[in-house]
């Protein structure tokens, strides 16, 4: 299954090695998506073991709990608050990634982008499709189309960590590419099928803080990126102002943070001229970056997940019941069967109509691995299936019963494929930390072909 061609060149491969410091900032961040994978795994567990356990009703009592200020419309119970407010920090993150790469990462390159955004795309649509053919006799649950588009990166990562595997680094930023852009396709699908009773004048509203946070972060990035406090007490306010604005107008307010995250700038200014952010001289967006990532791994998600994961499954019994709704085994085959399908499939028809082929040492079976660990889908599938179905109806708690069980079939599935390959995987791994020269720059990141 080798992908080795002998007239292949760089310029027409895909999946191949990245940039030296492009490599390094991706594996910066996915060290500290995967402490949050295990973080969420954890809490999980948690929230399971409590909700099935004789002290349920103080879990669904404290997840229920209601606070906050009513006239304002910010009046919301403990879970919603996870849902709309700390998640919106997690859809900042992803705005600022997502900016980065196309700004100033390897993905700036449209010869680099295509492939991953194609084949985040064919990894949403195909499940979809899947979910939509399974409840087509049942319009009552096909609102829960997009349950199963989403990819959950961290858990992906706690995954590889769990069964050490040696991915290789081009695998490992096309995950986390494909992640990303599966997280921003998802927060469209939100703000454009899942918003109701939409107040357009909050809307309105909404444009004037989300602009002059937009304004000044673009109008003086090294005085926030240097005086944190300044960004907490100026920006910050704006921020929150944005997202309660969008919350109000009916419109989730995750999708403020996406906008925001937006809106900050990646490139950095001196003397009036745009330079790309270097070692030691990050940009405003790597900036906030570094500082909103612990609160969103190490809080934010959790949080998010510990409430929204805990469903009453009902022994055996009530397992067994739950497969039998077309929510469950539309779920289930759509993670578990449309993500890699739609992953693979989408790769391989880019790959070939552009007359390209995979980075010599990698495979197809590389990229169905991959696939396969796309359908971990967790904390987007959770909050898109709060929006979809009532909290606490069947459909609702079928769904969560149906989200856990496809995560970790395809956990145990991508588990089984990639430890085939691991032993290449040490290859590779070995070459991309050989420096003859001690120069401090591995020597396959100097020789590759540009």
């Known amino acids: 299954m080798s992908s ?23 594996h910066e961040i996915l060290r500290k998506e995967t402490v949050g994978g295990i973080i969420l795994l954890v809490v999980t567990v ?60 390897d993905l700036r390159r449209p010869s680099r982008a295509i492939v991953p955004v194609a084949a985040a795309a ?30 959950d990166i961290a858990f992906a990562l706690a995954v590889l960590a769990v ?42 509203w909404m444009l004037l803080p989300l602009g002059l946070f937009g304004f000044l972060a673009q109008r003086n990035p090294k005085f926030f990126g240097r005086r944190l406090p300044a960004a907490w007490l100026i920006l910050l306010p704006l921020g929150t102002a ?21 809106l900050v700038p990646v490139l950095r200014r001196k003397d009036g001229i745009v330079q790309p952010p270097r070692p030691g001289k990050p940009g405003l967006a790597e900036v906030f970056e570094h ?22 499954v009902g022994g055996a019994e009530g397992f067994v019941s739950a497969l039998g709704d077309p929510v469950t085994l539309g779920i289930i085959a759509a993670l578990v069967l449309g993500k890699p399908a739609g992953i693979l499939l989408t790769t391989w028809g880019v790959t070939k109509t552009t007359k390209a082929s995979l980075d010599p ?25 709060d929006l979809s179905f009532d909290a606490g109806s069947a459909s609702n708690d079928h769904a969560k019963v149906a989200i ?15 430890r085939l390959r691991n032993r290449y995987y040490r290859a590779i791994e070995a070459e991309e930390q050989l420096d003859r020269d001690r120069d401090g720059i591995p020597d396959v990141f100097e020789d590759r072909d540009q």
């Open 122 to 151: 064919g990894g949403v649509v195909v499940p979809a499709l899947i979910y939509t053919a399974v409840n087509l006799s049942s319009p009552e649950t096909l609102r829960g189309w997009a349950i199963p588009t989403a990819t």
């Open 291 to 312: 500082r909103f990532r612990p609160l969103s791994t190490g809080v934010a998600i959790p949080l998010f997940a510990f409430f929204s994961a805990g469903v009453a």
């Open 404 to 418: 856990l069980s496809a995560s970790l079939a395809s956990a145990l599935l991508a588990t089984v494929v990639l």
């Open 242 to 262: 944005a997202w309660a604005l969008m919350h109000a107008s009916g419109v989730h307010a995750t999708v403020a943070g996406v906008l925001l995250g937006f």
């Open 4 to 26: 080795e061609h002998s007239g292949s060149t760089a310029a027409n491969r895909v999946l191949q090695r990245s940039s030296y410091p492009e490599w390094l900032r991706i």
């Open 163 to 204: 069964i050490s595997s040696h991915l290789p680094g081009a695998l490992r930023i096309f995950l986390l590419t494909l992640a990303v852009v599966d997280d921003l396709i998802a927060i469209a699908i939100i703000a454009f099928f899942y918003s109701t009773d939409v107040h357009v004048e909050y809307l309105l």
């Open 361 to 385: 040492g990698l495979s197809w079976w590389d990229v169905l691995g991959v696939g396969i660990l796309a359908g971990v889908g967790f904390t987007v599938s959770l909050l898109v299936n």
């Open 46 to 105: 948690a929230a399971l073991i409590w909700a099935n356990s004789p002290f349920a009703g103080s879990y669904f009592a404290l997840r229920d709990f209601e606070f906050g200020y009513e006239p304002w419309h910010l009046k919301l119970t403990v879970g919603e608050w996870a849902a709309d407010g700390l998640l919106a920090i997690f859809f900042f993150l992803t705005g600022l990634e997502l900016k980065r790469e196309f700004v100033a990462g």
